[in-house]
């Protein structure tokens, strides 16, 4: 993906450096009182100008809203007498006395696949597919006077860069499709264990202690609610907290007195925004870990600080630890091959997308001496996962 959009940019740039010459053989005459060289600058800014305003248009794909926006840009940028963009199947958006054949035009563009150059009163035309991914989606038309073979080339560029920008799109698109699924894979791994624990904790109290029960099924309900409800990748620390609290409390029922807690929140930091369960996942393996091999006992920490650019999250077991090289080979592991929930190895890689190497996981530990997991939180939300 990486690849396909840096050979988009550069596609890009070299048709915008043709079209600026172009720009500038065409407004010469604009530009005479200036020496050669600002001409060439003044050329040159002018096509990066109005393309820069083109752009987010067509970064959000081919369709008549996009095109309605970025024609008239593109229009300036040709310097002609109309440009209309179509998609395979209609007009989407045109400006300037543009002909009735502007569609028919372009279903031969289309169906050649390469540029076309049409006769015609009282103006020609040339019409230039657009593709995305190797595809063909639409055609960029542009009207004039006259069709030169440099008017030929020149929209030809053009429409290089429009397609780069739909190429563009088309992997924004991609991205946040793959991120959708992760985020519904994510779900779908909340460990069942401690689902079918939870419920069988919950249906011990019915008889015993109803009030209890009822007070640990809400509980259950806005875990539940929380882990499957969230539609977007970011959520704030403070909502993040609360799910881990609830599920502190539903642990905390099913092992009773042998599970000890602690929460220490700086309430500044609660308003951060945070990968969406980004910690419960770091609380579960602390339980699963702490609790083996101190007789069925253990205690966990959450600590969250406030760290001036940062908030800093630490949640801490004193169970038994493990080697570090253990944990590092955790870390190390594909996240898809986590069977059991969502994982380390999920959490680590989810950050190191969205913030960089640098706030990966720290964990340490030693073999007796319980296991530290870090955590590293931007205030500012960098992106979306």
Not at 325 to 353: F, H, K, T, W, Y
Not at 362 to 372: I, S
């Amino acid at each position: 993906m990486l690849t396909t959009a840096c050979v988009a940019l550069s596609s890009s740039l070299a048709s915008l450096a043709f079209v600026a010459g172009y720009g500038l053989a065409r407004a010469r005459w604009r530009l005479v009182a200036l020496p050669e060289g600002r001409r060439s600058d003044e050329a040159t800014f002018t096509t990066l100008h109005i393309a820069a305003m083109a752009a987010p248009a067509l970064r959000t794909g081919l369709n008549r809203d996009s095109a309605r926006k970025a024609v008239r840009h593109l229009r300036t940028l040709l310097g002609t007498q109309a440009v209309a963009i179509t998609s395979t199947e209609a007009a989407l958006a045109w400006e300037g006395p543009c002909t009735d054949d502007v569609l028919t035009y372009a279903r031969a563009a289309l169906a050649a696949g390469r540029p076309q150059v049409f006769a015609g009163e009282p103006h020609g035309a040339v019409v230039v597919p657009l593709t995305v991914d190797g595809t063909v989606v639409g055609t960029l038309a542009a009207f004039d006077d006259e069709v030169s073979a440099a008017l030929v080339r020149t929209v030809t560029e053009v429409a290089r860069w429009v397609s780069g920008q739909l190429e563009l799109a088309d992997l924004d698109a991609s991205r946040r499709r793959a991120l959708e699924a992760e985020m519904r894979a994510l779900r779908a791994q909340i460990s069942p264990h401690f689902v079918y624990n939870a419920l069988t904790t919950i249906a011990s109290f019915v008889r015993t202690n109803p009030k209890r029960a009822r007070e640990l099924l809400l509980d259950f309900a806005d875990f539940s609610r929380y882990a499957l409800r969230r539609a977007h990748d970011f959520t704030t620390l403070a909502d993040e907290l609360t799910c881990v609290d609830r599920y502190l409390l539903l642990e905390r029922a099913r092992f009773g007195d042998k599970l000890r807690f602690t929460m220490q929140v700086a309430p500044e930091v609660l308003p951060v925004p945070v990968p969406f369960l980004c910690l419960q996942p770091l609380v579960e393996n602390a339980i699963k870990h702490g609790m083996r091999g101190r007789g069925g006992a253990g205690e966990v920490r959450v600590v969250v600080r406030d760290a001036g650019p940062e908030a800093h999250i630490t949640v801490e077991d004193d169970g038994a630890g493990m080697d570090p090289e253990c944990a590092r080979r955790m870390l190390d592991e594909d996240p898809a091959r986590e069977g059991s929930g969502i994982g380390l190895a999920n959490v680590d890689l989810r950050m190191r997308q969205i913030y960089g190497d640098g706030y990966g996981l720290v964990v340490e530990t030693a073999l007796g001496a319980g296991t530290k997991v870090r955590l590293r939180v931007p205030k500012s939300q960098l992106s979306s996962l």
